[in-house]
């Protein structure tokens, strides 16, 4: 009889360890496919969760997603529960790719999925469906960087534009950028578009409409061949079908597709060594310059200015200025250098200065020689020399002896920012000092340990019983997270997916702070007596279920990004007034 009940035990504990057993698997649709082609991953759990962390997906972009479904059964007495997150991936690359860790929070427990390697080869052939509305959009859609010069000298200026075209049949609904250059090898300055304006032009000899998104000016700092890296973006598009309405009109679809512009390469050419004088730093455009003095006549002592200044166009930030060589007697200071440059489109223009203080020690007359300023100008391919006039520097009056009494007259000095009288006057402090023991500082260290040992004994009780409050802590947690996804909802206003998600978070997450409920008890029934039941009004209780709903549909329909401000300004009016009404 013993042994059938410990028998009976045994196998009771292995069906309730079996049950209760927490599975968490990445599950992909295919484990090789081309780099043209898609991967779909399920992220898959059988208890609830919080916390979903996807992984970071290097080498795919996320072309869809993410998808969560909830399943919940019960057959022959056995229940059941699982839930998914879904991705639709897009390779970038060819070789071998790796899906990293995912992780997932259940009952305080981190759980991690294990990395799958993807094998990607180049690209397949794929029977096209006429009525695929993605197919049909990547046939309309496409992405184009215009360079303005291919072969361009070191430091000489070019822009890359950047132009979305669109078939006439095809429209765009909005895009986000998911792979910007970096111009690695490249100074450059982005030209903002104030506003989008649409052009009609051709493609492939076809008519289309076409959008200036980016215009940039770039200054090569590299010769030889360098890479333009390619532009990436997500584009939501109501693409056309073979099929027709009762009027004749083709049927249009919503797709979301990937286009990437495609990589584009200069041949930077090095500046020519030959006639490339002695005075030249770097300078590559079409400038003039100019040497100036604030006085020509001064007293020793006194300051002047000595400014050089070249202006123009060209690359006015990326050289510096020639230094002039000066008579020993003048004192000179490092220079202050200031630029006044305007960036468009045609290249930088303006003016780059070098401010030199120089003081003279004697009396007597200092001409400054000319200083030469050399530029390379791309449009004749030749350097070319300026050279400034020569300034004569007149000291009419040196220095005055010192006198030994303490009456002496000072020496006549221009005041400025730079030079002063010399203090004759110290103020000197007695080394004498105040006995530390028995003084005020001594009694406060004395009584400081009397006051901080029971503040410090009470701050740990409080901080025990803090850490104690387990609920509580669960509690203050979630109400943390909520207001941190409804942060990243708010910078993430018009990205749909990354908005809404976010969004969805943060009501769940204030639901179980406000509440006490899990995830898995979040049915709008559920809420909404529990809300009302707790003081929150009708219309209240209606606003925060509308937000869920447009959460839930913005999986599956396009949203404006008016319709996601609306939703952000409607969450935090709704979060303050259940706040109110709790």
């Known amino acids: ?323 002039p060589k000066l008579p020993s007697a003048l004192e000179v200071y490092e220079p202050e250098n200031e630029q006044d440059v305007r960036v468009s489109l045609n290249g930088m223009a303006g003016s780059n200065n070098a401010r030199y203080t120089i003081v003279p020690q004697q009396k007597g007359s200092y001409p400054i020689p000319p200083i030469r300023f050399s530029y390379f100008d791309p449009a004749t391919e030749q350097y070319k020399t300026l050279s400034s006039d020569e300034i004569v520097i007149d000291v009419e009056n040196g220095p005055a002896t010192l006198a030994t009494s303490d009456k002496a007259d000072k020496i006549p000095v221009e005041e400025t920012k730079q030079f002063a009288y010399i203090k004759s006057d110290a103020k000197l402090k007695s080394m004498n000092q105040d006995r530390f023991f028995g003084s005020t500082t001594f009694w406060s260290l004395l009584a400081t340990p009397v006051v901080l040992i029971p503040l410090a004994i009470l701050f740990g009780r409080k901080r025990r019983a803090y850490q104690n409050d387990v609920k509580g802590n669960r509690l203050r947690k979630a109400d943390k997270l909520a207001r941190k996804y409804l942060g990243d909802a708010k910078k993430s206003l018009g990205d749909q997916t990354a908005f809404y998600l976010a969004l969805e978070k943060c009501l769940h997450n204030y639901l179980k702070a406000r509440l006490n409920i899990q995830t898995s008890e979040m049915s709008k029934e559920r809420i909404s007596q529990l809300l009302q039941d707790r003081g929150v009004t009708v219309e209240t209780t209606a606003a925060f279920l509308k937000l869920l709903e447009s959460c839930e549909f913005a999986r599956y329909t396009p949203s404006s990004s008016d319709a996601m401000q609306h939703d952000y300004e409607q969450a935090s009016r709704v979060i303050s007034e259940i706040d109110k009404q709790l």
């Open 1 to 323: 009889m013993k042994m059938k009940l410990k028998f009976l035990l045994i196998v009771l504990f292995a069906g309730f360890s079996a049950w209760s057993q927490v599975e968490f698997d990445a599950v992909v649709s295919k484990q090789r496919l081309g780099v043209n082609e898609r991967l779909r991953v399920d992220f898959e759990m059988n208890q609830d969760g919080d916390n979903f962390r996807p992984p970071s997906f290097q080498g795919f972009t996320v072309v869809g997603g993410p998808n969560q479904s909830i399943s919940k059964q019960w057959i022959n007495g056995k229940a059941s529960f699982s839930k998914t997150f879904s991705y639709f991936l897009q390779p970038n690359a060819t070789g071998t790719l790796k899906i990293g860790q995912a992780e997932i929070e259940i009952d305080g427990t981190v759980y991690k999925t294990i990395p799958i390697e993807i094998t990607v080869t180049g690209a397949v052939e794929k029977p096209k469906d006429p009525n695929d509305p993605v197919a049909a959009a990547e046939d309309n859609v496409h992405l184009v960087a215009e360079v303005s010069k291919n072969d361009p000298y070191l430091n000489e200026a070019f822009t890359v534009v950047y132009k979305l075209y669109v078939s006439r049949e095809t429209a765009v609904n909005g895009w986000n950028e998911l792979d910007a250059p970096k111009f690695a090898d490249f100074w450059s300055q982005s030209i903002d578009e104030k506003q989008f304006k649409v052009y009609d032009g051709s493609y492939d000899g076809k008519p289309y409409r076409y959008v200036i998104l980016r215009r940039t000016l770039l200054y090569p700092q590299k010769t030889g061949e360098l890479t333009i890296e390619p532009l990436a973006l997500n584009i939501n598009v109501e693409a056309p079908t073979n099929r027709r309405d009762i009027f004749g009109m083709r049927i249009t679809r919503p797709a979301k597709i990937t286009v990437t512009a495609p990589t584009r390469k200069v041949n930077v050419k090095a500046l020519p060594e030959d006639g490339k004088p002695e005075s030249f730093t770097g300078a590559v455009g079409n400038f003039d310059f100019e040497v100036t003095a604030s006085k020509t006549t001064l007293d020793a002592q006194e300051a002047l200015d000595l400014t050089l200044t070249a202006k123009g166009n060209g690359n006015l930030k990326l050289f510096t200025l020639p230094k």
